[in-house]
């Protein structure tokens, strides 16, 4: 399946207005406003790396020849 | 996107990326030491720890800290005065003329509360300062900041490229594959998109504010030609100075005149952020914005008298919004932490995007490179 622009982008576009957000946040306020752009800024990295480790330790286990391992 | 245009932003990828890559990559990583630079100065730091005041200790006169800086160091100026009001400690700098070249003179450090004084010391390169010089104009000056400068625009420039060509790429994976056991190569490819993707906004912002900050010296120079000759321009041909009013009185001036903003440093009369005949008194507010800005006041320092006192302009608030945001220090220590991950995700992907370059010279010597066919997964 050729995948669109919407379906390209959509994950890129959520993980970049985080960012957004989060490099404003702490500008414009402190308190919650800083843990706000932590999270922002962080949680992305954390999660994508984490469903990475995931998939590929779930794939060894079912498919050793797996070719690919979305995330 | 036609062939011929994507093998055109291909090229525009390829080369802006290849002209930066090595300044970048020192950028990350003298950039990953500087973020820290406040925790890593105060393990060095040789100063003892402030002592405790009671909370009505009485207010220090900040003319008897200028007499005692210059007792120490009886042939030396003042030249300015630092109260970061987030510090304990302020410090007088003194050198043997107003306008010295850059490492002459000495600093006096004070407790600002006690108004205990500290032995001058000349101004050290330790370390830190050698990783900051390499960080801003690889020990060259103006030329060294407009250097890095245009490396900048060569990210942004590789960034936009490399979106596009991030495209066909993903015409047929679902975000954030990596296809391992096909080969290293194409591992790494994958790895270079989805880490690039990941850290693209950071990138690009720490990106175009540095590139503000190079302009640093220029936008001082505008300035200074600029609202701060306007400002002023009625002393243009007063007589020089033969005595200074007190600087203690110019401080109550400028709090009286801004009750709302608090003093971070002054210039002296004859220095280059001030005019032959004030105090610049530099203030700055206390709400998360107003902090990250200054704001002038001008006071004569033969009578102690506010003359003027304005907003900067905005290409000197752009500038100083962009530090902030260049350097990661707005959000305390767990937003430094994000700014270093961020930096070494970077520092991947620089790696991986030579990689990719070398070995796909290896494997086809010499020949025109074809558009990477992502697409066929």
Known sequence: MRRGLWMIFRWPLLIGLLATLGLLSALLGDGLYDVVSWLALGMPLIIVGAVRVWRQKRLRHQAPEAQRVPL | ?377
């Open chain 2, 1 to 377: 996107m036609t062939r011929q245009a994507l093998k055109y932003w291909y090229l525009v990828h390829k080369w802006t990326s290849l002209v930066c890559t090595l300044f970048l990559l020192l950028l990350c990583l003298t950039g990953l030491p500087l973020i820290f630079h406040e925790e890593i100065e105060a393990i060095f730091d040789s100063h003892p720890a402030p002592k405790a005041l009671p909370v009505d200790a009485p207010a220090i006169d900040y003319d008897k800290v200028i007499a005692g800086a210059l007792a120490a160091r009886p042939d030396e100026v003042v030249r300015f005065v630092g109260l970061e009001p987030d510090d304990a400690y302020g410090a007088v700098f003194t050198g043997k003329t107003l306008i010295p070249p850059p490492l002459d003179g000495h600093v006096h450090l004070f407790d600002k509360r006690s108004g205990e004084l500290f032995a001058p010391e000349p101004p050290e390169t330790d370390f830190m300062d050698v990783v900051l010089r390499l960080h801003t104009d690889l020990f060259i000056g103006l030329p060294g900041y407009l250097l890095l400068g245009t490396m900048g625009l060569l990210l942004v420039a590789s960034l936009v490229s490399g979106v596009v060509v991030y495209t066909p790429f993903m015409r047929k994976l679902e975000f954030a594959t990596v296809r391992t056991g096909r080969s290293r190569r194409l591992q790494w490819l994958d790895l270079h998109n989805v880490l690039g993707m990941v850290t693209l906004v950071w990138v690009m912002v720490v990106g175009v504010t540095g590139v503000i900050n190079t302009l640093a010296l220029p936008i001082v120079g505008l300035w200074q030609n600029g609202q701060l000759a306007e400002m002023t321009a009625p002393y243009k041909n007063a007589p020089p100075l033969k005595t200074l009013a007190s600087l203690h009185g110019a401080l109550e001036t400028a709090r009286a005149a801004a009750p709302e903003l608090e003093p971070v440093f002054v210039a002296f009369p004859g220095t280059l952020f001030s005019s032959q005949h004030h105090y610049a008194v530099f203030m700055r507010g206390k709400t998360p914005v107003s902090s990250k800005l200054l704001k002038p006041a001008l006071i004569d320092a033969q009578t102690g008298q506010l003359t003027d006192m304005r907003d900067m302009p905005l290409y000197v608030r752009a500038l100083l919004i962009s530090q902030p945001l260049h350097f990661g220090d707005y959000g305390r220590l767990p937003l430094k932490i994000v700014w270093a991950v961020l930096d070494m995700i970077a520092i991947v992907v620089l790696g991986s995007g030579v990689y990719l370059w070398w070995g796909r010279r290896r494997l086809v010597p010499g020949a025109e490179p074809a558009v990477e066919q992502g697409t066929r997964a």
